[in-house]
């Protein structure tokens, strides 16, 4: 019989999603009033086509059927005007947008819209450049430029005295025609110039120029611009150009020279593999522009009598693109959902979304963070197509995706809320978690409320985590919606609520069995917000001066009342704080500001109730100036016949009030009454080499830094002179004559006389060291003849070498060594702590009021408080706080850990059970920072040990071989503090530890004294560290064999000495076995028959007092025996041993069991413990606490019912008419079970009770000896 196998495969299928997205876009159109003109659009929706197309113009819908006279909507989507008009009650030109519509199943109509785009008409703007008149000399360029407003942009052509100009060699356009160049112009170029502008709306022509030449002659004066170069904004991969062109001759009638700066380096054209190109006479353009090429440029223009500098910036601009596009995306009903996206571009771009062609209303439910789109609490209605969509100057994007809403069976509905008491008489759901308790608010802020509640897990039904709801109460219409968030801990902040708002939460727990009941309802108000103005309008800026700016605003949408005054904040980097100045107007003039500098302000409005919301801060730069303080260092050396090698270093930065484009090098002869030469080198050079001298002469030189402005103060003149013959340079200089070394503490200063063989010498090299002079080297310059070398050590012997090098190579070395002296009183110097100023941003005023609330044993609330943001407690303007927090627990403080929030709480989990952490909190805004806020502690709750005690040890112990010594190492990670140890032993290791014997010692013991333990058998022990709220895991397990018994040892099995607890021996065992020096006992008694009889007379009288006792016992027979019988060699009596502690346990019966300790009963509290490894594991109700201490520590001694899983020494059994009662260690009990009888404890004496006891064998003084 054949067997059939069938297989089932079981989908899960997810939510459908169709594809809905436009293919054709229209675009900016501009046409002619009364012309045609159309718009393009077409849609697919799941390779189909829509059902409807429709426009909507200027916010409007323009009806398929009814569109006008002059324009018609195509079934492609396309809409066409037979004749375009801008005037009258409906104009077609405006802002459109074309929508897509799909009818879905169900009738539910889907929609999406394009971005708008604009139809204008067209017309011919002014002239916004228009051409200048020029004066050249004969062979100098000309240009001509000019530009028109209109739209379209206009092309351009250019007329001479009436006649239009034909480009040639010389006579060049650039542009769209916009300038025009002659090049080497002559008597013949001069004449009037006029520009025409055209384009569809017309032509319109500009002013007239005239360019007069003069004949060529030598010039004496700097460089003029004819035309500077212009800030130009352009499209990336497009192509900029910057035109520039100068007058003025040289002395030698040499025509300028124009060179091109970037950022004050010069641009090497020829190796800018295309890049970079000359236009005519010198301007630039940049092909295939990218952001790589903003920046600041400088057109230069040399004719070596000076430079003149203009420069100009050039932006890149970037269309909108995605770096994150929005993905189709399904969640369920009361859940959040995150559509994200991601535009960039320059500017940057602004970025909105569209739900089904209509703009998403931004409200506390709907949330842009970023270009994100966050919908909490989702309802079935939030369903649909939303398109994300970014528009900058230059273009936009946009992108399409579909938010699908499910509906979980299990899911929290509105409707489903009940303000009734908590009922769980229904409650039958098997293995679901009870409600949670204790639902609390434990913060309340304007936007947050954090939640606490006790945990519903048990051990039978465990919980897997928990949903908070909350929904508005104030708001009808926010009231439809339910907030739901998940979470693990018992704790939770419920952010982006609205102020003053009431609001409903419940709590539930689930497992994976499935959620809870609701817990019971708590109502919380948010607090109210403060009635301060909001933020000022926009914020405009005008440059008065070098030195001040004009600030004007816009009054707050929100006053909240009569704005009493206004303060303008601003700080810059060179200012050590916030200045900040008051209008009554909506305007103000900030005056004594540092040239070119970067400024920040920011406006507040105030009323009566206080500081109103800040504005977000602008940036602005005050203008330049020329430099305002010369180079430093400046030095200058020859370097042959013909040239001098001059350096300097950069003037301070704050007297540069510019970018530097250069420095400008002025050199004449010291005899010379002419006018000095110059040169300038780029903004990064530091030395140049003056070339062309005469030889054997001396010159005069000096510098100064350039930037836009001019050239600025130059330093001192500095001498230096020519060789006067020509120096060999065929080969290495010669040795250095003679090098002195002159020691000191911890310097040393070297000099050295160069060799005299008319070698030239470029330089010299020296290196040093305490061993070799090769550990370190020191380049030096060849006019030099001594330098000192410091940070040195003293009293030490440093080698130094010495040579000089030229082209030709390395010259022979000179070499020396000295030790460094002693350092005295007199000649250490004294270290004094600097802190070096720098020019940082001021100091924002520190959060303060932080507070932290304990929530567990691993996670604290952090809230604080920014003064800066007067009484509205909002984040506007983009500031971060930082959290910095770290453990003060210990000896030492940790290494801090540091979060980062734009919110006013923050939830720390993750922390350590019971340590103590401090908090303070710092604000970040745009480029400055303040300092810390006070600081605050507060200490995590306790929690179980998380790990083992350690390093447990087992030994033999000081007090004999009954006893073995335990000792430990508390766990690494207490959690607490340890209030016990809990000990197991057992002979068998294979037992389930529950039954495992059991002790116990106090938290503060590492040590714990075993016994009695039974001669030659092996031991296995663990311990268990206790706090008051949990159990550690237990330690590794060690083993230990104790030792074999000796004949002595053997005779003191049973019997209780000092600080030793007596055992019940085993029974099996025969007395004689047991005791082999019994014989002398025997031999002992009979000697001393007569005092032992009376002894045991006097007793029996004695006990016969008590009835109780007389029912109990039978008249024990003993010799009496001194009482220091156990420090002599002759062993005592067994039984008078026993009789003592047995007096002890009656009395330890009767005074422990109605009374302990305080300490005892704190202890006793905290041992009902279970720890995994032990099951069940709890201590006895029978447990005993001694009241004395040993060695300062309270001993625990708990009875266990598993002892009798271990061997223990034994005695012969009394005979059978002879009854005792059981007490623990004294006797064995019958049937074997002694192990169940309660411990004593060592050092208890017995005490006479209600005359049951005539007299004690032993004193407590010698028990104790």
Known sequence: MEHSTIILIACIIGPSFATFDFTIVPRDTSVVVGQQASLSCSATYNNGTPDVYSWERNGELLSMRSTGVNKLILTNGSIVFSSITDSGASPDTGSYRCIAEKIGSGGKVHRIATPEVFLRSAYMGDFTIQPADVSLSAGENAMFECRTNGLPASTYTWTKDGNPISTSEDILTHGDGEVLEVQSVAASAEGSYQCHATNVAGVKQSSSAYLSVQPAAGGSTAPAFIVRPRDVSVKKGSKAILYCA????????????????????????????????????????????????????????????????????????????????????????????????????????????????????????????????????????????????GVNSVGSVFATAELTVLVDGDADTVSTVSRSPLDLTNYTHSGLPLPPASLQAVLISYTYITLSWESSSTPEIPVSGYTVSAVSLSDPAASARLRTASTTSTDYTMQGLQPDTNYLFRIYAYNSKGRSLASQELTVRTNAEVAVPGPVGSINITHVSEDSLGVAWDEPSNTNGPITEYKIFYYSTDQSKESNMSSVLASALIENLDPYTQYRLRVVAYNGNGEGMPSSEVPVRTLSTRPSAAPLRVSAQPTGVYSIMLKWSPPPPDTVNGQLTGYKIRYKAKDSFGRASSYTTDADARSHEVGGLDPGTTYLIRVGAVNINGTGVLSDWVEASTYSASLEESRPPGRPIKLTLQPFPRELIVSWIPADDNILIKGYKLGYGTITPDAHWVDIESHLRLTTLTNLQS?????????????????????????????????????????????????????HGVETRVMSSSSIIVTWTDGTLGGIQENIDGRIYRLKYHVVSGSSHRRPKYIDTSDFVVHLKKLKPATKYEFAVMVTRNDRSSLYSFSTTNTTLEDAPATA????????????????????????QPNGNIISYQIFSSTDDTLPIKQWARDAAVGSSLNYQYGQVTANTRYYFLIVAQTKVGSSPASEVVSFKTPKADRKSTFLEGVSTVGVIAEPVDPSLSLLQKSPYLIWIIIVSVAVISIIAIAVITAVLCCRKNKSTKQQRSPAKHTTQPPDLVAKPNPPDLWIDHERHELTGLRLQSETDNETDERTSMLQSNFDVSVSLAGDMTYPDDMKFSSLTRSGRPVIIASNPHRDAMPRASVTPMTADSTRPLYPRTQFASGGQHGATPRVHVGDTSQPSSGSHCFQLFSNESVLQ
């Not at 000359?278 to 004719?303: H, M």
């Not at 994200?340 to 909105?352: A, F, M, N, Q």
């Not at 090098?805 to 000649?827: D, F, L, V």
């Open 949 to 972: 005690p350690s390093d447990l040890t087992v030994s033999s112990s000081d007090r004999g071989h009954q006893y073995v010594h335990i000792s430990w190492q508390p766990p690494s």
């Open 795 to 847: 009293k030490s012997n440093y080698v130094v070498q010495l040579f000089a090098y030229n082209a030709a190579g390395e010259g022979a070395r000179i070499e020396q060594q000295t030790y460094t002296t002693e350092e005295t009183t007199s000649s250490t110097s004294v270290a004094v702590n600097t802190v070096e100023t720098t020019t940082g941003l001021p100091a924002l005023s520190p959060p």
């Open 246 to 389: 100068v007058t003025g001759l040289g002395a030698s009638g040499n025509k300028p020279v124009l060179t091109w700066l970037r950022s004050g380096s010069t641009i090497n054209i020829a190796e800018s593999g295309g890049h970079y190109q000359l236009l005519g006479g010198g301007s630039l353009q940049i092909n295939n522009v990218g952001p790589a090429d903003e920046g600041k440029y400088t057109c230069r223009g040399d004719n070596l009598i000076d430079i003149s500098d203009a420069e100009a910036t050039v932006t890149v601009l970037v269309a909108p693109y995605f770096a994150t596009r929005p993905a189709n995306t399904e969640a369920y009903v009361n859940g959040d959902a995150e559509l994200k996206c991601d535009i960039r571009g320059y500017p940057l771009p602004t970025v909105s979304w569209l739900k089904n062609s209509n703009y998403v209303n931004i409200d506390q439910y709907s949330r842009m963070v970023g270009g994100n789109l966050n919908t909490m609490a989702l309802m079935p209605s939030d369903a649909g197509y939303y398109q994300c969509i």
